[in-house]
Each structure stands twice: as C-alpha cells, then as structure tokens.
C-alpha cells in the first residue's frame, strides 16, 4: 500500500495559497521599481531643467521662455511629488502582502512537515513489516532444519 497523506487536497490548496500571495508581492515589489526608477528620472529631470534655467538667466530672454522653463519644473516636481506619495502607498501594500504572505507560508509549512512525519512514521511501519516479514521467513526455515 503507497503511502497517502489524508490532507493533500489541503495542502494543494494552501501552496496555490501560497503561491497566489508570492505572485502578488512581486508585482508590488515590481511596482515599486518602476515608481522608484521613475522618481529618479524625474529628479534628473529637474536637475537639468534648473541648470537650463540657470543658464537662461545668463543671457537677455523673454519672461515668457524664463517662466516656460519655471512652469515645466513645477509639474515636474508635482509628478515627482505624485510619484513619491505613490510608493509610500505600495510601501504600505508591501508590508501588507508581506504579512499575507508569511501567514500563507506558515500555514501551507505547516502541513508539509505533518506530510513529512507522517511519510517517516509509514516508511518507519513499512520498514519494520518488512523485516518481520523476513524474521518470520527466517525462523520458519530455521525450523525446517
């Protein structure tokens, strides 16, 4: 007789479980690169807009080209200011999903080591019929003689 662990549908359950909630952590974590990298193109962005700007003032301009260049930095730095209220929001879905995450973990670990035991404990009896077995064989020929 093979060996069946009585809560396998359970535990299959719990590692899709599992599985689902590492899948979404990722994405977050995913997310979370793209603001970052986002974030940081912006701020160069900026950078290089105050350094134009600079420049700008360096020679005779319109008002109107100095104050383009002026606007286009403020919404810049709106986007950039978006952005990082956005990743203090997937921060807070990171650790979220993290807890989910280990709790989906605990539960589904918890099962496979009952799987575990169980498996040793039935190749343990399996173990000791087989060798009865063959103490039986052995002592019934020793009898034989």
């Known amino acids: 007789m093979a060996f069946r662990f009585t809560l396998a549908t ?3 359950f719990r590692e899709s ?3 689902r909630e590492e899948l979404a952590l990722q994405r977050i974590l995913l997310e979370m690169a793209r603001v ?3 974030i940081e193109r912006i701020t160069a962005e900026i950078a290089a807009a105050h350094e134009a700007r600079n420049r700008a003032m360096q020679n005779p301009l319109p008002a109107s080209y100095i104050q383009g260049l002026l606007n286009d930095t403020e919404t810049a730095a709106e986007r950039r200011r978006n952005l990082v209220q956005a990743l203090a929001a997937l921060e807070k879905q990171h650790l979220l999903q993290t807890q989910k995450y280990q709790a989906a973990h605990r539960d589904r670990q918890m099962l496979s080591d009952m799987k575990a035991k169980k498996r040793d404990v039935y190749e343990q009896e399996r173990a000791r019929a087989t ?3 063959l103490d039986d064989i052995f002592a019934a020929r020793s009898h034989r003689n």
């Open 10 to 12: 359970v535990l299959r």
């Open 17 to 19: 479980v599992e599985k």
């Open 131 to 133: 060798q009865k077995v």
């Open 36 to 38: 970052r990298r986002e």
